[in-house]
């Protein structure tokens, strides 16, 4: 059996509204260490997008290394992928391929077409990992995938258990919490992977890119995407996790357990639902809890225009307390019924 343990989309190094998310990126890192420690897992599986941006500061490299460098140490038998994503850069990705395999590391940062095994890494006696890093032509994605079923069919005599990890976005998928042009053009069509161009050879794709975890319908348990560990953003309003998948053998339907991670600094709108107007939501700023941890948008109905001095009445509101403001969201109902 292979005992795989999936995560994507840990955007290290994002600020939200200028706050620094160090702390809540090192509380998750300190739960997938837990998790790791009691699951004794045969691949940690980061399915792209490692860092929020493909320049990331010293401070955020020495935190991703440091992390990488504990989980081996927890667990030296246990392999490590890492796939380049969209917002990561191949080349920082390659220049530290070699010194991390010494650590059971596999940092997989560009595609390789002239020498296409190199994408696939044996894990042990268990199955294969194909691992393939964001690419940004969808149809000759498509042709790698299906070059490298059959490279892996192949080299896999002993039907052992074969890993897809990819990081792109799959028609039909649920986008929740994205931006409005990543949901044009996946619903559109133009940017996404249809679910036939995964071959049956894959018996499970760890996929990233999107932030809501799910399993992919009509696909007999085989496509998924962990989702990002913390959200992202506060549209991002459902839980997030990392997903533990076991395949018993090639072939068998993969056994996903789904392990929330929890935020000590969750992403919470005043109303939770709908809008309230300016008075009613300073009440609320009033009446929030001083310890509860949490980062604020404040979803304001207003006739015309919040007050000049709006933002220093919150922070003024919030002081002493743990909560930090970050935005409004306003909506005017008169004039959003003039335009549709």
């Not at 292979?2 to 994507?8: E, I, Q, R, V, Y």
């Not at 979803?299 to 509101?317: G, K, R, S």
């Not at 002493?320 to 335009?339: I, M, Y």
Request: proline share 6%; glycine share 4%; aromatic share 10%.
């Amino acid at each position: 059996m292979l005992k795989l343990l999936h995560t994507s989309d840990w955007h290290l190094g994002q600020t939200l509204y200028n706050y620094n998310r160090r702390e809540e990126h090192q509380h998750f890192i300190d739960q997938l260490g837990e998790i790791i420690s009691t699951h004794r897992p045969d691949v940690l599986a980061i399915s792209g997008d490692i860092f929020h941006n493909s320049q990331p500061s010293a401070e955020w490299q020495s935190f991703y290394s440091e992390a990488i460098s504990r989980f081996h140490t927890l667990a030296p038998e246990m392999i490590i992928i890492a796939t380049a994503g969209n917002h990561d850069s191949p080349s920082r990705h390659e220049v530290f391929r070699k010194p991390w395999e010494a650590l059971n590391v596999h940092a997989i940062g560009a595609l390789d077409r002239s020498n296409p095994t190199t994408h696939i890494i044996p894990i042990g006696n268990k199955g294969y990992v194909v691992a393939i890093p964001y690419f940004y032509s969808i149809s000759q994605l498509e042709d790698f995938f299906a070059q490298m079923a059959e490279e892996v069919s192949r080299l896999n005599p002993g039907n052992l258990p074969v890993v897809l990890m990819a990081h792109a976005t799959v028609t039909n998928c649920d986008i929740t919490g994205h931006d409005r042009h990543l949901m044009y053009t996946s619903i559109g069509g133009l940017d996404s992977i249809s679910i036939s161009s995964f071959s049956q050879e894959f018996d499970y794709v760890a996929l990233g890119h999107i932030h809501k975890p799910q399993t992919l319908r009509n696909t007999g348990q085989r496509l998924r995407y962990s989702g990002s560990p913390i959200a992202v953003s506060f549209d991002e309003n459902y839980s997030h996790s990392v997903s533990l998948v076991e395949i018993e053998s090639h072939g068998k339907s993969p056994a996903i357990t789904e392990i929330e991670i929890i935020n000590p600094r969750p992403l919470l709108s005043l109303p939770a639902e709908g809008f309230a107007k300016w008075e009613e939501i300073k009440e609320m700023v009033r009446q929030f809890p001083a310890d509860l941890p949490a980062y604020l948008r404040l979803q304001v109905e207003v006739t015309d225009f919040l007050p000049p001095h709006a933002a220093d009445d919150i922070n003024a509101l919030l002081e002493g307390k743990e909560a930090r403001f970050c935005l409004f969201n306003v909506t005017r109902p008169h004039a959003d019924a003039n335009h549709p």
